[in-house]
């Protein structure tokens, strides 16, 4: 957990998708990710109907699926990496569905196994959460992160807090991923109002981090930001070797 009076520390969360864009690129995109300045990893699962998800990662999804990417052989994939996955916190993204039709606590025991950190679960409800699947979560010591947006009461803010065990996924337009941030004083207001609610979580800000500039706008409020679109469009140029992963990276990180 953060305490709130320290300096803010410019986390970079990297996110990109399992099976994108080939079935296989995640081994040489995680160890890519683990060498370079990268604070989380996130690893989307492709989903058949996402809820939120912009046109570049609904695409990456498509193409994972069609190149046969599913909750299986995630898990082979990083059953592989098992001296990388302890090195930095690795969290997966999905869809509760995709939890369900799985088995809750079967995915629970497979994340324990491959030395998942926690997940994100951006349409699972809080209550529902607390009611019927914490106790598991702390079973099997997989930490949980929550959403909160500009449309998410303070209440509501303090629940996520609460709940999540990981950090706290600061969305910032109630809108679809990969949408640039607009940096304006509404959301500089937004981004203060965050800090100064003294949460105790780490707060990572993201939905439009595309460039050094949002991202330092993020990490001087918060505690860092997610990029994703804009690394799966590196990828989808093409430019998937390590030396191109760490310019990528270089971009967002202070000199």
């Known amino acids: ?14 996110y990109f998708t399992a099976g994108y864009p080939q079935l296989e690129s995640l ?3 995680l160890p890519a990710l683990m060498e370079g300045d990268v604070d989380f990893v996130e690893i989307g699962l492709p989903y058949s109907d996402p ?5 570049v990662i609904q695409m990456a999804g498509k193409k994972a699926l069609d190149n046969g990417m599913n909750i299986d052989v995630l898990f082979d994939q990083l059953s592989k990496h098992s001296a990388l996955m302890i090195q930095k ?7 509760f569905n995709q939890m369900l039709q ?6 629970l025991i497979a994340c324990q196994k491959v030395k998942v950190t926690g997940l994100i679960i951006p349409d699972l409800p809080m209550e529902y959460f607390e009611k019927e699947m914490k ?3 702390e079973k099997y010591g997989i930490k949980i992160t929550f959403l909160v947006s500009p449309l998410t009461s303070e209440e509501r803010i303090k629940k996520a807090s609460e709940l999540s065990t990981g950090f706290v996924y600061v969305v910032s337009s109630p809108s679809i991923t ?6 304006d004083e509404k959301m500089i207001l937004y981004l203060k109002k965050l800090a100064g609610m003294k949460l105790n979580r780490v707060l990572l800000l993201g939905f439009g981090i595309q460039d050094k500039k949002s991202f330092e706008l993020a990490s001087a409020y918060l505690d860092g930001a997610i990029v994703g679109t ?8 093409g430019e998937t070797d390590k030396n191109q992963i760490l310019q990528f990276l270089a971009k967002f990180k202070k000199n």
Not at 89 to 95: A, E, I, K, N, S
Not at 178 to 183: D, M, P, R
């Open 135 to 137: 106790d598991l979560f």
């Open 230 to 237: 804009s690394f799966l469009k590196q990828l989808d140029k």
């Open 51 to 55: 809820l939120a998800d912009g046109p």
């Open 27 to 29: 081994h040489y995109i």
């Open 178 to 183: 990969g949408t640039k941030a607009v940096l």
């Open 89 to 95: 916190p690795v969290y997966l993204m999905g869809y």
């Open 102 to 107: 799985f088995g809750i606590e079967k995915f």
């Open 1 to 14: 957990m953060k305490d709130r009076t320290m300096p803010n520390t410019g986390l970079l969360n990297i």
